[in-house]
């Protein structure tokens, strides 16, 4: 059970965080949307990376964002699905552009609240540039993920 109540269906993939990319998903346990962001230039970067694909230094930090973005591109995965995915089906995948910082896109799903199923918004609702805040999921026995809202539902 999630802490809202929710029951996190089975057999959904998890995020396997790397070395690079734990600190991410520590800040989402926490309810914070956090970028790395280099040290010397002060480019925010995503996927996180040891190395500034800018200035090429190896100096960085976390730095938090407001969570405000707007949908830059979505799908409607269609079956053939995982058997987890596939139940849920019609659900969406959409790619965010953050308000604060437009060089970063980020991929999760659009649902009517955190802890909602993949299929709790009508794809027929998507619109490419709508504006979308953050939200966590943070199933019990998993890793917190980023999720979106509407930010006029």
Do not use: K
């Not at 596939?86 to 609240?113: F, H, K, S, T």
């Amino acid at each position: 059970m999630t802490p809202s109540g929710a029951r996190q269906p089975e057999g959904l993939l998890a995020p396997v965080p790397d070395e690079d990319g734990a600190p991410f998903f520590a800040y989402a346990a926490r309810g914070e949307l956090r970028v790395q962001t280099c040290s010397s230039c002060g480019e925010p970067r995503f996927p996180p990376r040891p190395c500034c694909p800018h200035c090429q230094s190896f100096e960085s930090e976390w730095t938090r964002t407001g969570g405000r973005g707007r949908i830059w591109s979505y799908v409607v995965p269609h079956p053939p699905l995982l058997p987890a995915y596939a139940a849920q089906a019609p659900y969406n995948v959409i790619l965010v552009e953050l308000v604060d910082a437009p060089r970063i896109r980020l991929v999760g799903n659009l649902v009517a609240a955190a802890d909602a199923a993949l299929d709790s918004v009508d794809p027929a609702r998507i619109r490419i540039n709508a504006a979308v805040r953050a939200v966590f999921h943070r199933p019990a026995d998993g890793i917190a993920v980023v999720r979106w809202v509407l930010e006029r539902p």
